[in-house]
T-cell receptor, first 117, second 112 residues
Framework: GAGVSQSPRYKVAKRGQDVALRCDPI?????LFWYQQALGQGPEFLTY????????KSGLPSDRFFAERPEGSVSTLKIQRTQQEDSAVYLC???????????????FGEGSRLTVL | DQQVKQNSPSLSVQEGRISILNCDYT??????FLWYKKYPAEGPTFLIS?????DKNEDGRFTVFLNKSAKHLSLHIVPSQPGDSAVYFC???????????FGAGTRLTVKP
């Protein structure tokens, strides 16, 4: 596809359940970002990949959050033992730039809305 | 800590008038600023950007102004159209950090 694709669009999980969210970036985009957007807030940075290397994971809120991009294209954000406070929209973005977001715009997917009951 | 702040959660203007959305930042290391537009159930889409070496960037009906001394930027939309109704996010980044920091957004409503 032409844009960033995320799946599932909506996910309802019971507290304690593990979830996996998938992101297909734009083909050829080197940089990939995950953001968490709580209701009424702006996107908050979680982690950043340059190709398959995870260069920054400082935004991951706990060790229950794990992200990977093993072949430098598709990425998966995994949340273990989900808690109610994990409920949010998880946005994936990609960029052609190899210098992080500073030299170009980010292209966002539609997001995966996670609701933890 | 909120390094990028959009203090107005909402703004309503009449079609044809000017919309002015404001954004303040605290980190003096930010050197690249962007505005994103978001419709419901969609991801944010890039609208316009400005580098810290400029104080103004214009693209059609959209102009972004940057006041570095005040750590303030604004987005002007003129004339405003009903299709501009969306949530607008201000974002800032710096070469020394890997992420882009976003404000909480301002919901713009343009009334016909």
């Amino acid at each position: 596809g032409a844009g960033v694709s995320q799946s599932p669009r909506y996910k309802v999980a019971k507290r304690g359940q593990d979830v996996a969210l998938r992101c297909d970036p734009i083909s050829g985009h080197v940089s990939l970002f995950w953001y968490q957007q709580a209701l009424g807030q702006g996107p908050e940075f979680l982690t950043y990949f340059q190709n398959e290397a995870q260069l920054d994971k400082s935004g991951l809120p706990s060790d229950r959050f794990f992200a990977e991009r093993p072949e430098g294209s598709v990425s998966t954000l995994k949340i273990q033992r989900t808690q109610q406070e994990d409920s949010a929209v998880y946005l994936c973005a990609s960029s052609l730039s190899m210098q992080g977001p500073n030299t170009g715009e980010l292209f966002f997917g539609e997001g995966s809305r996670l609701t933890v009951l | 800590d909120q390094q990028v702040k959009q203090n107005s959660p909402s703004l309503s203007v009449q079609e044809g008038r000017i919309s002015i959305l404001n954004c303040d930042y605290t980190n003096s290391m930010f050197d690249y600023f962007l505005w994103y537009k978001k419709y419901p159930a969609e991801g944010p889409t890039f609208l316009i950007s400005i580098s810290s070496i400029k104080d103004k960037n214009e693209d059609g009906r959209f102009t972004v102004f940057l006041n570095k001394s005040a750590k303030h930027l604004s987005l002007h939309i003129v004339p405003s159209q009903p299709g501009d109704s969306a949530v607008y996010f201000c974002a800032a980044s710096a070469l020394v950090i890997n992420d882009m920091r976003f404000g909480a957004g301002t919901r713009l409503t343009v009334k016909p």
